[in-house]
């Protein structure tokens, strides 16, 4: 069967191997689409955290089940289904607590072990979602979404908040529609002007604010000075994740979900002042999943893939899909093509 392997930051291989045989508790499946995320652009660019070469990526997948044994969740053969791939132990203190996102343990398909970026892959049954409803392009962008949900449901986002979304990319995008979708006014923020105007045209966001010197002015005057209630960084960008405490109300919650690979320094007296509440958003669990699965319907999937492509296409195009001026918003590769 043919994958496609990251040798090493800044190469991809087209190569054959065995398929895999599937392990007890095991589901073998055929990937018919998969997800192109700001994770595989930093794995290949060679700035992602937690990461080792050679690795298969690829964990956004939409994919259809090929064998699979008895089990308590119904999938059977012929099933599509959804991968949540973050394979956590069970035993730590994190899942212990339902924390299983961020297991002291977890290897994430794709980051940690390979992921699927070829044909077929065996996973563990207790990772899959059955999802017959669903079209492969809807399938290949619940995990990014999810992302989003786990970040609103991690800060208790009500219905009639102001929020502040700082970077427009995919996860941005996400929190953004779920986010008003649970009723909340959303100011989209970002120095890309192409990702402003697809949150205002697509998405339908209440304010778009260009990233600059008078943007804190234009928050307080959107919010009549009381600044929002909850700031998300989907940026990873280091100025604006040091930022991002400027447009927070007093008693409000920053919540940082883009991933900067570095150390980030706040005025403490500042943050301290305001009671601030920070916390990290991590992954994703299975509640995650399901939300945005009920509520996929009322995301505009199509504007949102602006690229599916074939496999040798990917390795062709990917050095384009790093710059943010190209345009791409959400790519695919297809594997039926």
């Known amino acids: 069967m043919k994958y496609i392997v990251c040798e090493k930051p800044g190469e991809f291989l087209l190569k054959e191997k065995e398929a895999p045989v599937r392990k007890e508790n095991e589901a073998l499946l055929k990937i018919n689409m998969v997800g192109i995320c700001g994770t595989d652009l930093h794995a290949y660019a060679g700035n992602q955290a937690f990461f080792t070469y050679p690795r298969i990526l690829g964990h956004e997948l939409a994919s259809e089940v090929l064998e699979i044994g ?12 959804v991968v949540m791939p973050y394979i956590s132990c069970g035993e730590c203190i994190a899942c212990r607590k339902g924390k299983t996102n961020c297991c002291t343990n977890i290897s994430v398909l794709g980051v940690h072990d390979d992921g699927g970026m070829q044909e077929q892959i065996s996973v563990p049954v207790d990772i899959l979602l059955s999802v017959n409803h669903l079209s492969n392009d809807q399938m290949a962008i619940v995990e990014p979404l999810a992302i989003g ?20 990319g995919p996860i941005g995008i996400g929190i953004i529609k779920l986010a008003q979708i649970a009723g909340a006014k959303v100011i989209a923020i970002d120095t890309n002007e192409q990702r402003l105007k697809f949150a205002k045209d697509q998405i339908g966001v209440d304010y778009i604010l260009k990233a600059g010197d008078s943007t804190i002015k234009q928050v307080i005057k959107i919010t009549n000075g009381d600044l929002c209630d909850a700031v998300f960084d989907a940026s990873g960008n280091k100025y604006a994740l040091e930022s991002c405490p400027d447009y927070m109300s007093h008693g409000g919650r920053f919540v940082l979900v883009g991933l900067y690979k570095g150390e980030l320094t706040y005025m403490h007296p500042k943050v301290h002042a305001k009671e601030m509440t920070l916390m990290c958003s991590r992954n994703a669990n299975i509640e995650d999943f399901e939300h945005v699965i009920s509520v996929i319907n009322q995301f505009p999937t199509e504007s949102f893939i602006t690229h599916n492509v074939s496999l040798t ?17 959400k790519a695919t590769v297809n594997f039926n093509s």
Do not use: Q, Y
Request: include cysteine; charge should be negative; hydrophobic fraction near 40%.
């Open 313 to 329: 296409e990917m390795i062709e195009d990917f050095d384009s899909w790093l710059d943010p001026e190209s345009g791409v918003m």
């Open 70 to 81: 008895e089990n308590e969740k119904g999938i059977k053969k012929g099933d599509k289904v």
């Open 149 to 168: 949900a786990h970040a609103l449901r991690r800060s208790n986002i009500l219905a009639g908040e102001t929020i502040a979304v700082i970077g427009c």
